[in-house]
């Protein structure tokens, strides 16, 4: 009688916890996806931002902050897909947004800057 009182306990358990880990994995999903879609936006602005002539330094200097600031922001992304995956909540793939991501505003701010 015991072996089966166990077994019944631990498949409860097993349930749990494998109920437990897919939430866990959703709520992470999307806390990760949130993150990548503002920082796809704000990599995009500074993208979209170009000088309308050799005058107009401000939208070189928008466009740099706007790159600085998407490189901030895959930075807490790779971060936090960083915790997400040593907890065992996400696979390994996530990483390769915010990489993604990262090197797109680093050539922003280097190779594809706007010049005046």
Request: charged share 15%; proline share 3%.
């Amino acid at each position: 009688m015991s072996e089966t009182a166990g077994s019944t306990t631990d498949v409860r358990e097993s349930r749990q916890s494998r109920s437990a880990g897919r939430i866990g994995t959703a709520v992470c999903s999307v806390v990760l996806v949130l993150g990548h879609l503002v920082t796809g936006y704000v990599a995009l602005t500074a993208f979209m931002v170009e000088p309308d002539g050799p005058w107009d330094r401000q939208a070189v200097a928008n466009a740099g902050v706007a790159a600085g600031i998407a490189l901030a922001f895959s930075v807490v992304t790779a971060l936090l897909s960083w915790v997400f995956v040593k907890a065992e909540w996400l696979r390994r793939w996530w990483y390769l947004v915010p990489a993604a991501l990262a090197i797109s505003a680093l050539l922003r701010l280097t190779v594809l800057a706007p010049e005046l």
